[in-house]
Structures are given as structure tokens and as C-alpha cells.
């Protein structure tokens, strides 16, 4: 997303205030404008306009147009709350009938004016400069443009923007819409755009997606056949020696973790019941034990080395022998071979994905054309592939398995041979070495026996209890209660280049996640983090209340979780528990073979991370 | 054991786990033996060597493991028991393994015989209750620069099935009462019988003096005595030292309302292990070196005053920062994460449809059942399991592992029959939020379709048909070559090793290189077999190469013939940045 401007224009009118319609339209900005206070993005400026408006204040003076806030970008906290505060407070006004009016209600009729004040304020905002410009206009009055269709070509010509009607109308069919003064002006206008304004307000309650766009995160070669020894050396090419195949690859991430939303460290002020929080700096320092003393000593950073853990004994080692530590790697996938897919155990599989693509940018048509025949060669045989992979120079060496995918491309991309849009694509996945590997024994669940060997009598009930878990697994069986699945060729989407080139929340032409597959969800902490967030600005600031209602976890949100019985019957369950004669055990006692896999132990940061953090 | 094995509240029991192995060995004339199984070495050889490698895998995953290593029916010095302490139990350091491996070279060399450095004779056998003795003096005797161990196993080797205490009642009932004090000092045994066709072990005396007497109805009920084929002895020693590591200890939920609730372990079945990640700070100045440490600081953004109290956290939100109490959090957290970890069944789904390669996203958890904290675990897993395994689903669960972790939805799906173990393994599935959109690819001229693409389909079928993985991917066949070399550098400075100077020619070099990693040596084996295709004197021999050269020429051409049109392919802006 690239610089844009947003200017709303509310129409005021009686109508639209008594309808509701102007509480709709705040509800839908205080959404919008809270989205854009969260990014703080310099680039992306707002505007708001009251039209049809009792009170005057705008560049031209024109009467009727009430400019609520100038340009802004980054919009802050403060000035969103002045400008839901300010249109509420007047249609407050306007319904108490307590508003100045200099001519009637019905009188009022200046939105192409309002129109022609936001384009002009445009233009000498930001003159020249590259920026998608773009205004919103609340109305329920479809044909309040008083328009020839000449004026119209030459508004269409005047206007450098793009326009996003949002009708708020009772009930418009599309042909009320484009057959109305505001339609044909849409129609005109190039990118333009109508909403329902009930069509936008079920959309920001619905869950959306941060899109993020793909950062390339490998670029090399993928090649069978290669000499390693020669790529070290720096005495081997590749793409010229022909007992070898060489495509030019590149990598993005296709699975990665979302953390929750991060709380930030602060310092709490308390001034005459005033709260404040004031920014902090991190830093780690060093200390050692003063000489003769049992009181820590700060020391500087340089007279810090590491000493690695080797069994019982520690080694600082000299700086000469620390660069020996270090494989000297370079970027490149190397194929080690082909399986059959049901061999590979997908336990083995360890880390996030990527994928991994032939490039485009440094490669071309003959890295495309080796690369799509290596995927379909590997789907038409049912094989995925092992390889080695060093994703940047210096960085560590892993193996991994390159898994053959279509990604159905949708209506991005033309179609290329026989009505076919796939892309194709790897997926890889690091696995295992063999110091990754946990190999243990555990007691077997069927035939059981002891630890000496002995055979353990199954209990005596165990065909009935086999019986009623049957039953049980048949009562949860989402198959058989007609869930979707998603298919693996739209496991993936394609980012869609022309969708979001605005930051402003809208409903979504091309997405089609509309599947009820109920192994794809949302990432629940985060939306109700952000759920609450919102609210609690809702509330605390907005509506200034002075207590904090936190909100009730969305339907949508809490069904997702909610075991999917069928129409289970819950007397064979009760008989099933009576059976297994399931009892918690009050006191449990712990297995001497046994330990808890420290978290610390994966979470060490390293000496590099932990001077990093001190640099800030 | 007193005080060993901490009970704290479950969400913070965590125990520092100080383990000990320790290997005894009976020599006899069996293990001097040569064996064609085990590409003609020695039994006993080969017991060094896994002792050895058992070591420097320690070394990586568990530096903190001690181990000791004994012979008995040994006259090595003047122990009038014939027991041999070739290092007693300790932790692991560079000067045993350096002492163990010398030796191996030596005898690989021919500079010594194993015979001679392990003198071995019938006339004075050592009695078993010593070596019994001697493991419990080892695991029990406190020393102040060692942490008693709190997982104490100990590896018995031997061939000899009809030891003299064999015969002798007495003996017999002295050594059962000796294990099972060793029992109730939590000392468990792993036994290596060694046997064969030709010289069956019967482990009917072992089975005996081991099996614990104390009560007949219990799962525990001392070592498994089979005998095994000594082909099998390093699989089975790297196998039985694994500790089992606990990732999550919580409630299966199966239906809430009715209490349908069992109790679950989930295992560490696959780790991403680092190198240079196990340090301490020290602090070095002329000449002094101490420990140092590190600690974190905040200071006053604005004045740089260093800050004692008043540090809170906030959620910023753009130019707001939003404070929410801990009881609010925890009423915003509640709905969907509960309190303590758990897991539950939100529906059953047919395994194809659910577990993917395509869509990975952490590490894989082994789950089985836990009686210790639901009665009756193991009963309803085992039938859950059997029917999942029958219908062919596996289960989807919502939960979360541990009390302070986000809650996540997993796939828990029943072992196959191939698999070693009997039990769960659950993935975890990836939020939408997780899943990243496919890049925008620059449409391009495409191929597809064309004579020179079916062409090069098939070629590469071909190919592929060269390098065929029979038994999918073993990760002990990769060693992490980064690890590998840490390590090294580590052992050889401490030893003083000398450094590989000596290697002149560019083949000792490559030697050294392939030797020292393993990913590249498989890479460079399959050149070898193009190399070998190339060079073959059968038609049928050289079809390999042949493929490649004309997948190359193809590539080639593709390439040339697109240099010459590249001007007039305008590449449409790139959203991909």
C-alpha cells in the first residue's frame, strides 16, 4: 500500500440523522479511522465533511458544508474522537432541535458543492504528488447531484479520484442505484465504487485478515547433481555443467506464526489521579563479582566473551578458533532425492513452510518451464522430494522435504493451457537431523504388557466400551455432518494486487473465504485482543464511561470452538464414563524416567540477540 | 531418594533432570569374539564404539549426563574382585571420551590389541553381588563438586547366561534382594543378553534376580530380560539412554458435560537443535577470567535514569496506550483459553482430509495416556485409538498446552502400524492468520503444453527414477553439520588436538570435508553416480547422463531463444517489492 488520501463526506440531512443513518456512518468510521490510529501510517491521510449542514466552515465558504477535520496523517486518538464526537453532538442538535438554521431542512442541497470543496482542498493539500485519492460519501439521497450528463463528463474530468458511494438507502435495487444521479456519476468515474451501508457494517464485524505481502526470503538455485566441493571452492558452475540441472528459485513464507498482540513495557505516572505512562528504554548489562566482595560490579561489554558448555567442562575459545565455529555456507537447494509420499512420516516435519517457486526476476521462461515439469513430473508420480537447503549465506544447513502443490490462482492471473490456472509451487518444511530426533519406547495401548514383558488382561468390558466409543467418534464425525474442505490447490490464495490497494476496510470482491471447513480459523486470541481493544475505547474514551464492560466473546468466534455433535445421545455417554470408570486422581505422583523439556533451554537467546537488545 | 523428585504445583513443575548411566560389562570369551553381523569386529568393539558415540550425542542434547563405565572378570590391576573402573560415574567430559577414543584408534591401528589392554580370565570370576554393590555405592556416595542423579540407570552387558551364582540358591536370593534394594534406590536396569542361533541366551536366571518380587498386578514390574542379537546393540543403547521429555502434562476433554475427561502426556518426539546456544558469560581482563552475567535494565526513555518501580505493561494501540488489569485480561482470555492447559475434542475428521505436507507450521508432539492423573486414561485412549485407527480419523482439538500459551487447534492422529510406538500425534494446525498469501508471479510466456515440455516431463521422470529414496528420510543418517562442527571446535581446543595442518593434497582436503558432513557427502554421491553414468561403457549404463545433458540442452535452448525476444517482454510492475 502506497500513499492515499480519504476524504468522508456525511450527508446531514434530516433524513439521513432520523434514520439512524448518520450513527451508522460514525459507527463505520470510528472502525475505520481506530484501524488507521493502530497503523500510524504518515502516508495516509484523512478528511471529513459534514454536507447539507446547518453550520458553515470550509475553504470556499460555501454555505451548508461543515469541514469537521482538515488533512491528517497519521491520524491520532484525540482527533477521531473530536470528529465522532463533533457529528454526534450535532445531530444531537439537529434532532433537539436546537440547531441555527439560516434556511429550512429541506433546502439544503449541496453535495456536488460539498463534492467540488473536498476535490478543490485535494488539490492544494497535495497539488501534484502520487497518492490514491479517494472520497467516501454517506447519503441516502440517490439522486441529491443536480446533473446534466454533459456536467457530468465534465465533472468526471475535473475529479482526479475515485469515488466510494455508500448508500443508505432503505431498500435500492442495482438499477435504482446506477439509474440514479450518484450512479451515473460512479458509472463514470473509473475505480469507483457503492457499498450498502449495512454491507459495510457487517463487514467490520467480520473477521478480516491483515494481508501481508510476501517477502522473499531465499533466492538461489535448486539443482540435482551438483558438486559441493567444486561450490565451496568456488570452482563449479552449475548452470554450465551438464551433469547437472539448475533452475533459478526463490523462496516466501507460507506458514508463519502470529504472535498475540504484544504489550509494551512502560513507566505508570500517577499525578492528582492522572494517569500517564511514559516511555521506556531496555538495555542489558554486565556484571561480575567485585574482587574480594560478594557485590555485584558493572563491567563493559567488550570484556564479555562466551564460554560454550562442553558436558562438564566450559571453553572460551581464542577469537582465531571462534571463526572455526562457523560452516562456511552458501544460499542453494540440493536435491538428495525422491520418495514415495505415503513414506514420508509427517511427524518429521518440524518448522513453518515456505514457498518455493521458480524466479522469475533472475531466472525466466526456461526456469519456469523446468520447474513446472519437475512438480508435474513429481504429482504424476506421487513423489516428494529431500533436500538440502541453506537459505542465505553463512546461515545453517538443513534438510528438508519439498512437497509438489498447485495453487489455483483464481481470476488473477490469465489462464494459461487448456482453461488451467495453477501456479505451481514446493512447499518445503525442515526435518529432523539426527540430533533432533527423540527416540524413546513407550508401553504399547492395545496388547498391552508390563515392563518385564508380561502380557496385561484386557479389561472385561472392553467390546462394550469399544462399542460405545464407536458411537462417540460417530457422533463428532464432521464428514458425515457435510463440512467442507478446502481443497489443497486453494489451501493457498494468491494475493490479489488490485484488492487492497487501500488500507480503508471494505468488503472484499475476491476473497472467497466463505468455506466451512473447520480446521481453517481465525486466530482467536487476536481478534478478541483486538475486539476488546476497540471496545475499550468504545467505551472508556468515546463514550467516557468511567467503568470497563469487557465484551462477550463473539458467536462467530465461540461456534468455532464448540465441539460439532451430531445429535449425540447422551445416556450411552453417561454409560461409556460409567464403564471406563474414569476418576481423577487427586495426588498424582511423577515417573522418575521423566522430564519436562525446558522451555528455557529452546528460548536461550543468544549472546548476539541479548547485545542487539542492549544496542537499542 | 528423598527430596530428588520435586512435586510442585503442575503448571511450574519443571525438575532438572541429572541423569547417570552407567555401563557395566562382563568380559568373556564372547565378546572377544569376531562377528560376521557385525562386519567382523568384536562384540565388545562394538559395545566401545556405541559407548563412544552414546557420548558425543550427549555432548549436543544432555551435557549434563554423567556416565561411568566398568569391566568386570578383568585383571587389569590388582582389584582382587576382577572389577576394571574404566572412568567412574561423572559427568561428561572431553578427557573420558578422549581416553575411550584413543583407545578405539589404537586398536584400530593395530598400536594395541583390545586383549591386551582388557585382560580377561575365568580363573577369578567377580562376583555379581560387587558389581551390584558398586552401582549402588556409585549412584548413593555424595561428592561435593557432583548433584546426586536423579535418574540413575544402569546398562548391563553380558553373554555368559549360567554365571556360578546360578547355581547357588543363596547367591541367587542375595542377588534378588540386592535389586530390588537397588529398585527402591530408583537404580532400573537395561540388559543387553547378548545371544545368537548358534549360542542362545536364556535369561531364565536374570529374568529371576531382576523381576521385581514385590507385587504381582502392576505394570512395573522390572526389566524386560530378552535377549538380543548383538547386531542390534548400539540401536537399542541410543534408544533405552533417551530421557523422555514431558512437553505437556493436561486434561483430554472428550465431553464436558458428562464428564468425560482423561488425562494426557504429550512427548518431544523431534527438536531443532543449535549450536552455540548452551554458554555462560565470563568476564576476562589480563588476567583474570569469572563468570559474568547479564541483566536487564530500563531506563527512562526521556531522562535515562535508570527505573526501580512503577514499570507496568500496556497494549499500545497507534498513539493509546490501554491498561487492562489482570483480572480483565483473564475475563478476556476465559471464554476461549479457560485457565490451566487442556485439550478438546471438537470433532473427528478422515485422517486424509487432515494431515497434509503442505501446511506445517511447529514441531509435532507425541501424545499418549496419563493414569496418573485420570484413573482410567489408558482404558479410554486404547479404545479411542483402536476405533480412530478402524474408521480411519483423526480427531480435531482446541486448546492449549500450557496455562500461558495461546490456544491453537491441533490434529491428533492415531500411530499407524508401522510406526514403533502405539499412541497420538498431534500437529498443530495453522490459524488464517498464519497462512500467507501466494506471491503475484510476472505472468509469463508458458510452455506448458508444448512438445518440449511434455518432453522435459519426461525426462525428469526418468531422472527421478535414478534417485529413489526406499526408505523415506532417516534423520539419523544426517548428522547437523553445524552442530557437528561446533563441537569439534570445541573438543579439539580442549584436548589440544592437532589441528589438520597435515592435509596437503585437495583430495585429503575433500576427504575431510565430506567426512565432517554428512548432507554434502549425499549430495556429492549422486554427482558420483552421474559421473559413473557418464563414464559407463553399457549403453544401458549411460542413459542417466544422457538424460541430464538433454535436459540441459533443452534449458539451454528455452534460454537462448528467450535472450533473443527479452526486449520485447515488458514485465508488468512487480507487487512483490
Given amino acids: 500500500m502506497s500513499a492515499e488520501s480519504t476524504s468522508f463526506i456525511i450527508d446531514a440531512s434530516r433524513s439521513m440523522v432520523q434514520d439512524g443513518n448518520v450513527a451508522k456512518a460514525m459507527a463505520y468510521l470510528e472502525y475505520a479511522l481506530l484501524e488507521k490510529v493502530k497503523r500510524q501510517r504518515k502516508t495516509d491521510w484523512i478528511s471529513c465533511y459534514l454536507s447539507n449542514c446547518h453550520n458553515t466552515k470550509n475553504s470556499q465558504d460555501i454555505p451548508g458544508i461543515y469541514q469537521v477535520q482538515s488533512f491528517v496523517a497519521p491520524i491520532s486518538t484525540e482527533q477521531t474522537l473530536n470528529i465522532l464526537r463533533e457529528v454526534n453532538s450535532y445531530s444531537q442538535d439537529l434532532v433537539n432541535d436546537e440547531v441555527k438554521k439560516e434556511i429550512p431542512d429541506n433546502e439544503l442541497q449541496c453535495m456536488i458543492q460539498c463534492l467540488l470543496v473536498a476535490s478543490l482542498d485535494l488539490k492544494s493539500q497535495f497539488n501534484k504528488r502520487k497518492l490514491l485519492r479517494q472520497i467516501v460519501i454517506f447519503t441516502d439521497d440517490l439522486n441529491g447531484l443536480d446533473l446534466t450528463p454533459n456536467e457530468i463528463v465534465v465533472l468526471q474530468e475535473e475529479l482526479n479520484l475515485r469515488l466510494i458511494l455508500v448508500d443508505c438507502c432503505k431498500e435500492t435495487s442495482s438499477e435504482d442505484i446506477f439509474g440514479s444521479k450518484w450512479g451515473l456519476l460512479i458509472k463514470a468515474i473509473p475505480g469507483s465504487k457503492v457499498y450498502r451501508i449495512n454491507e459495510l457494517l457487517i463487514d467490520i464485524t467480520s473477521l478480516k485478515f491483515p494481508i501481508i505481502k510476501p517477502v522473499r526470503v531465499f533466492s538461489g538455485e535448486l539443482r540435482l547433481g551438483s558438486d559441493p566441493i567444486g561450490l565451496i571452492r568456488n570452482n563449479f558452475d552449475p548452470s554450465a555443467d551438464f551433469k547437472c540441472l539448475s533452475i533459478q528459485v526463490e523462496g516466501y513464507p507460507a506458514t508463519k506464526h502470529v504472535p498475540s498482540l504484544n504489550r509494551k513495557t512502560v513507566l505508570k505516572k500517577e499525578e492528582s489521579g492522572e494517569v500517564e505512562y511514559e516511555p521506556v528504554k531496555s538495555i542489558v548489562e554486565y556484571e561480575t563479582l567485585g574482587y574480594d566482595t560478594d557485590k555485584r560490579i558493572s563491567i563493559s561489554q567488550e570484556s564479555v566473551a562466551k564460554a560454550f558448555r562442553y558436558g562438564s567442562d566450559y571453553v572460551v575459545l581464542p577469537s582465531i578458533l571462534d571463526e572455526k565455529r562457523f560452516l562456511n555456507t552458501l544460499p542453494g537447494l540440493d536435491v538428495r532425492g525422491f520418495l514415495d509420499r505415503k513414506k514420508m512420516q509427517n511427524y518429521y516435519l518440524t518448522s513453518e513452510s515456505r514457498f518455493i517457486l521458480a524466479d522469475t526476476k533472475s531466472g525466466g521462461i526456461a526456469d519456469v518451464t523446468m520447474f513446472n515439469a519437475l512438480v508435474d513430473a513429481m504429482l504424476e508420480y506421487d513423489k516428494i522430494a529431500i533436500a538440502r537447503f541453506v537459505a542465505k549465506r553463512q546461515t545453517e544447513v538443513q534438510m528438508c522435504i519439498l512437497c509438489p502443490l498447485l495453487v489455483d490462482s483464481g481470476v488473477v492471473v490469465p489462464n494459461q493451457v487448456n482453461g488451467e490456472n495453477f501456479q505451481r509451487t514446493f512447499i518445503l518444511s525442515r526435518l529432523p537431523f539426527a540430533e533432533d530426533e527423540r527416540v524413546s519406547d513407550f508401553p504399547r495401548l492395545i496388547n498391552r504388557t508390563t515392563t518385564s514383558g508380561k502380557a496385561i488382561s484386557q479389561g472385561k468390558d472392553s467390546e462394550q466400551i469399544d462399542a460405545l466409543m464407536s458411537q462417540y467418534v460417530d457422533s463428532l464425525d464432521l464428514d458425515a455432518q457435510k463440512y467442507e474442505t478446502v481443497p489443497d490447490t486453494k489451501y493457498y490464495s494468491m494475493l490479489n494486487p488490485i484488492a487492497k490497494e487501500t488500507s480503508l476496510p471494505l468488503p472484499d470482491d475476491f476473497e472467497g473465504e466463505s468455506t466451512n471447513d473447520p480446521s481453517r480459523i481465525p486466530a482467536i486470541h487476536i481478534r478478541r485482543q483486538q475486539q476488546v481493544l476497540l471496545e475499550y475505547i468504545h467505551q472508556k474514551l468515546i463514550n467516557r464511561s468511567s467503568e470497563f464492560q469487557i465484551p462477550e466473546l463473539p458467536d462467530m468466534l465461540r461456534d468455532i470452538i464448540t465441539p460439532h455433535f451430531d445429535s449425540h445421545s447422551a445416556k450411552e455417554q453417561t454409560e461409556l464414563v460409567k464403564l471406563l470408570a474414569i476418576k481423577k486422581v487427586e495426588k498424582e505422583s511423577k515417573r522418575p524416567d521423566e522430564v519436562y523439556e525446558s522451555d528455557d533451554e529452546d528460548n536461550i537467546p543468544s549472546f548476539e540477540e541479548i547485545m542487539a537488545k542492549g544496542a537499542r | ?577
Fill in chain 2, 1 to 577: 531418594m528423598e527430596g530428588n523428585i520435586e512435586e510442585k504445583s503442575p503448571s511450574y513443575r519443571k525438575y532438572d533432570a541429572h541423569e547417570g548411566i552407567v555401563f557395566l560389562i562382563e568380559l568373556s570369551e564372547g565378546m572377544f569374539q569376531v562377528l560376521p553381523e557385525l562386519n567382523d569386529r568384536m562384540q565388545l568393539v562394538e559395545i566401545l564404539t556405541t559407548l563412544l558415540e552414546l557420548m558425543s550425542q550427549l555432548i549436543i542434547t544432555r551435557p549434563g549426563t554423567g556416565l561411568g563405565c566398568y569391566f568386570y572378570n578383568c585383571f587389569k590391576n590388582d582389584d582382587e574382585n576382577g572389577i576394571y573402573e574404566y572412568f567412574p560415574l561423572r559427568d561428561l567430559n572431553a578427557r573420558d571420551m578422549k581416553q575411550l577414543s584413543d583407545l578405539l584408534e589404537d586398536v584400530d591401528c593395530g598400536r594395541c590389541t583390545i586383549q591386551e589392554f582388557l585382560p580377561f580370565s575365568y580363573d577369578r570370576r567377580t562376583p555379581l553381588e560387587s558389581i551390584f554393590e558398586l552401582t549402588k555405592l556409585q549412584y548413593t556416595q555424595e561428592s561435593p563438586d557432583q548433584k546426586s542423579f536423579n535418574n540413575r540407570k544402569v546398562f548391563l552387558f553380558t553373554d555368559d547366561d549360567s554365571p556360578p551364582e546360578s547355581f547357588d540358591p543363596n547367591a541367587k536370593s542375595r542377588l534378588s534382594h540386592l535389586a530390588n534394594d537397588l529398585n527402591d534406590y530408583y537404580i532400573g536396569f537395561t540388559t543387553f543378553f547378548i545371544g545368537s542361533n548358534e549360542r542362545p541366551f536364556n535369561d531364565a536366571f536374570y529374568s529371576e534376580i531382576l523381576r521385581l518380587s514385590s507385587n504381582t498386578d502392576t505394570e512395573f514390574d522390572g526389566p524386560n530380560t530378552k535377549p538380543i542379537s548383538a547386531s542390534i546393540i548400539k540401536s537399542r543403547v541410543l534408544r533405552k539412554q533417551e530421557i523422555k521429555r514431558i512437553l505437556f502434562q493436561c486434561p483430554l476433554i472428550l465431553q464436558e458435560s458428562s464428564s468425560f475427561i482423561v488425562g494426557i502426556k504429550g512427548y518431544s518426539i523431534v527438536s531443532h537443535e543449535k549450536a552455540g546456544v548452551k554458554y555462560k558469560l565470563v568476564y576476562e581482563k589480563e588476567d583474570i577470567r569469572q563468570e559474568a552475567f547479564s541483566r536487564r535494565k530500563f531506563l527512562n526513555a526521556n531522562t535515562g535514569e535508570e527505573i526501580k518501580e512503577g514499570l507496568t505493561k500496556v497494549f499500545p494501540y497507534g498513539d493509546l496506550n490501554i491498561a487492562l488489569s489482570d483480572e480483565e485480561l483473564a475475563t478476556v482470555t476465559k471464554d476461549y483459553a479457560g485457565e490451566n492447559s487442556f485439550l478438546k475434542i471438537i470433532g473427528f475428521r478422515a485422517t486424509s482430509k487432515c494431515t497434509q505436507y503442505y501446511n506445517n507450521i511447529d514441531k509435532p508432539a507425541f501424545v499418549v495416556p496419563d493414569e496418573s492423573s485420570y484413573e482410567g486414561s489408558i482404558r479410554t485412549l486404547a479404545s479411542l485409538f483402536k476405533n480412530m485407527r478402524e474408521k480411519k480419523k483423526s480427531a480435531i482439538i482446541w486448546g492449549k498446552t500450557k496455562t500461558n500459551s495461546n490456544p491453537a487447534m491441533f490434529i491428533l492422529s492415531p500411530s499407524d502400524s508401522f510406526s514403533r510406538n502405539e499412541g497420538f500425534y498431534m500437529r498443530r494446525i495453522p490459524f488464517l492468520d498464519e497462512i500467507r498469501k501466494f506471491p503475484c508471479i510476472v505472468p509469463m510466456e508458458n510452455l506448458a503444453g508444448t512438445a518440449e515440455y511434455r518432453r522435459v516431463k519426461e525426462l525428469t521422470k526418468n531422472i527421478m527414477s535414478h534417485f529413489n529414496l526406499k526408505n523415506g528420510y532417516e534423520p539419523s543418517e544426517f548428522k547437523n553439520p553445524g552442530i557437528q562442527r561446533h563441537f569439534k571446535v570445541l573438543h579439539d581446543y580442549l584436548l589440544q588436538t592437532e589441528d589438520e595442518a597435515y592435509l596437503n593434497t585437495s583430495e585429503e582436503k575433500t576427504e575431510k570435508l565430506l567426512s565432517e558432513d554428512d548432507s554434502i557427502r549425499k549430495i556429492a554421491q549422486i554427482r558420483e553416480k552421474i559421473i559413473a553414468s557418464a563414464e559407463s561403457n553399457e549403453p544401458q549404463g549411460q542413459k542417466l547422463s544422457e538424460y541430464f545433458i538433454e535436459w540441459n540442452e533443452i534449458y539451454q535452448k528455452i534460454k537462448s531463444s528467450e535472450l533473443i525476444d527479452k526486449p520485447s517482454i515488458k514485465k508488468p510492475r512487480n507487487w512483490n517489492g
